[in-house]
């Protein structure tokens, strides 16, 4: 059986070395590859990957013209990924090499996916820690897929889930939310997230909110049913409210118009056309971004052109 190790990085110049040899004091036993993905770094990491390389034949690596985003990277890894299971990890251990242990162990026991759900230490935000569980249980309830909250991308897949992902082609990828929707057996493994090594962590609350959206819309187009169930709402409400003028125009002398519920009822309105129109924007952009169809990411340099490929290299 052939391991294959997918790592995202993104300038994670002091990261790469006391990664590579935790991962590697754990899976030196089994027949592996591991492959980095150099997400645009603007920093040492394509060189400390590199270097690693030399000195390992493990290790293959792809290196992005740019940033195209955490996703992407994993986008690629799984592209040109062709092992028997194919495991995502983060190259700042906070996800613990240690865990590849049990997921492989899951994964011989017959199951085709072993998720993973972090459980936070102290050390998280409370503002990232309730915004992440209000993102799972609105994304649960308004789509049909079941995601579990605080799922991670640190998991392993089957070389059938595998063949099934690269036939992915999607832009706007939301790896957690797929790989809930393909369904095959699947087990949720807890883990303990452990403090990132060096740096930042490189998911600013703008990414995180990118990301969130592009998990919504990805997966349930409830937010543009409920535009439409607000609108019929208030127009109903609005005829209501006009018969009820006509009458007191008709019926009664107090016909001079009340300026603050005028105003009132249009700034509400107003607000609540300007909401439809943002989310239909987002899907409409999302459409856009879908029919270009341009690839997830472009790769400057790779080790498998100089290198033994994995035999199939897309
Ligand atoms: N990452 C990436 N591209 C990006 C952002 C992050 O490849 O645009 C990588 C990063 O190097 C790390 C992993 O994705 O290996 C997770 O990112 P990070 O640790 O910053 O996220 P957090 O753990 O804070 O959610
Ligand atoms: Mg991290």
Known sequence: MKI?????????????????????????KYNHQILFVNDGSTDKTLERIKGLAKMDSCIHF?????????????????????????????ADLQQPPSVIDQLIQKWQEGYEVVYTIRIDGNDVSPLKKITA????????YISKIELKANAADFRLIDRKVLKAVK????QNIFFRGLIAWV???????????????????????????????????????????????IGFCFSGLSFVYGFYALYLHLYTQHTIPGWTSMIMSFLFI?????????????????????????????????????????????
């Open 4 to 28: 294959c190790i997918i790592v995202p990085c993104f300038n994670e110049e002091d990261n790469i070395t006391p990664f590579y040899d935790v991962l590697k004091s754990t899976v030196e």
């Open 62 to 90: 792809l290196s992005f013209s740019r940033n195209f985003g955490h996703q992407n990277a994993l986008k690629a890894g799984y592209d040109y990924a062709d092992a028997d299971c194919v495991i995502c990890i983060d």
């Open 133 to 140: 569980l209000l993102f799972y249980k609105f994304l649960n």
């Open 167 to 170: 036939s992915f082609n999607e």
């Open 183 to 229: 369904g095959f057996k699947q087990f949720g493994l807890e883990y303990k997230v452990e403090q990132r090594l060096h740096g930042k962590s490189k998911y600013p609350f703008r990414k995180m909110l990118s990301l969130s959206l592009s998990g919504v819309t990805s997966f349930s187009i409830s937010p543009l049913r409920v535009a439409s169930v």
């Open 270 to 314: 107003t607000g609540l056309q300007f909401i439809m129109m943002g989310i239909i924007g987002e899907y409409l952009g999302k459409g856009l971004m879908e029919a270009k169809g341009r690839p997830n990411y472009l790769i400057s340099e790779d080790s498998f052109s100089e290198r033994t490929p994995f035999t199939e290299v897309r």
